[in-house]
């Protein structure tokens, strides 16, 4: 298993700045990924974070918007950029444990994130 | 996309009852997996079912896939309280380590 904390937990921006999302794992993971939770819905993925190399997007998100660092195996960050209200969100930092067998995910608490 | 969509949406039930709910998928899989969510917190796994598997149980949970018709249930019996949450289905995609969510069945269960 791991324990994934993320932080900020919540916070409220002002329209055109900008946040860093941390999470911290407590064990190296090879892969981690940045979801996003829009209110009501379900969970969206924005990233693979592996370390090393770059971020690989999915489609609808780009690295300018959204640039990540993966510095090493249990670390990373995810910023959110030139916020718009319409990135109100939860982030949530997920990792897998299995190497490179796809087994279950673990989550962070999330960012809760409101954009004014 | 790749996304599952989740019946019923909602549902509601009194304790004690059961809740299934469903999880259809459009592309074939290695894995899919069911989590849960309380309130907008985090996810915590419930169980993974593999593509060759065709049931798998863990405690009060139930999970079925039938990969021919590209759909999973997942039910859980003599509901709680304490078991009101989202619940959310999640597909590999072959070949990547990546997991699509699919839209989630909000679960409430009355006391």
């Known amino acids: 298993s791991a324990v994934i904390s993320q932080k900020p937990s919540r916070d409220i921006c002002q329209r055109g700045t900008s946040l860093t999302i941390q999470c911290q794992v407590d064990?190296?993971?090879?892969?981690m990924f940045w979801y996003r939770q829009q209110p009501g819905q379900s969970l969206t993925l924005i990233a693979t974070?592996?370390?090393?190399?770059?971020?690989?997007?999915e489609s609808g998100f780009v690295i300018d918007k959204f640039p990540i660092s993966r510095p090493n195996l249990t670390f990373s960050t995810l910023t959110v950029s030139n916020m718009s209200p319409e990135d109100s969100s939860i982030y949530l930092c997920?990792?897998?444990?299995?190497?490179?067998?796809?087994?279950?995910?673990?989550f962070g608490e999330g960012s809760r994130l409101t954009v004014l | 996309s790749q996304q599952g969509e989740e019946d019923p949406q909602a549902l509601s039930i009194q304790e004690g009852e059961n809740a299934t709910m469903n999880c259809s998928y459009k592309?074939?899989?290695?894995?899919l997996q069911w989590y849960r969510q309380n309130s907008g917190r985090g996810l915590v796994h419930l169980i993974l079912i593999r593509s060759n598997e065709r049931e798998k149980h863990s405690g009060r949970l139930r999970v079925t896939l039938d990969t021919s018709k590209k759909s999973s249930s997942l039910l859980i019996t003599a509901s709680r309280a304490a078991d009101t949450a989202s619940y959310f289905c999640a597909t590999d995609y072959p070949g990547t380590y990546k997991y699509i969510f699919g839209t989630g069945t909000r679960l409430k269960v009355l006391a």
């Open positions: 064990s190296q993971v090879t892969m």
């Open positions: 997920s990792v897998g444990t299995s190497g490179t067998y796809t087994g279950e995910l673990f």
């Open positions: 592309t074939s899989i290695n894995n």
């Open positions: 974070a592996n370390q090393g190399s770059e971020a690989t997007y």
